[in-house]
Nanobody, 122 residues
């Protein structure tokens, strides 16, 4: 059974940091790209960052460049999203997803986690 389990969300003040984790199981982790997406109420799901587990290639949406860092730990089948200098506009439910190629488009991903809430207060 494929599982993606996010953790690490919470409430933080603007300027603070959080690290999200996405623990994967049930599929060939090394063969996939793992993406982080977020969705705020009334808005479309947005691709925040993704990483190709096999070669480490990464993508970041412009609004998080220089603040967020994505990484993977193959030994733990886990992808992390380190989020620094958080802003109120980063508030959303964050999802991780697994897909066959590096893409910022949610339609390219086959498997999804349940999401974790990130709330940044001003």
């Amino acid at each position: 059974e494929v599982q993606l389990v996010e953790s690490g969300g919470g409430l933080v003040q603007a300027g603070g940091s959080l690290r999200l984790s996405c623990a994967a199981s049930g599929f060939a982790f090394d063969a996939y790209a793992i993406g982080w997406f977020r969705q705020a109420p009334g808005l479309e799901r947005e691709g925040v960052s993704c990483i190709s587990v096999s070669d480490g290639s990464t993508y970041y949406v412009n609004s998080v460049k220089g603040r967020f860092t994505i990484s993977s730990d193959k030994a733990k089948n886990t992808v992390y999203l380190q989020m620094n200098s958080l802003k109120p506009e980063d508030t959303a439910v964050y999802y991780c997803a697994a897909g066959r190629g590096l893409s910022s488009w949610y339609g390219a991903y086959d498997y999804w986690g349940q999401g974790t809430q990130v709330t940044v207060s001003s």
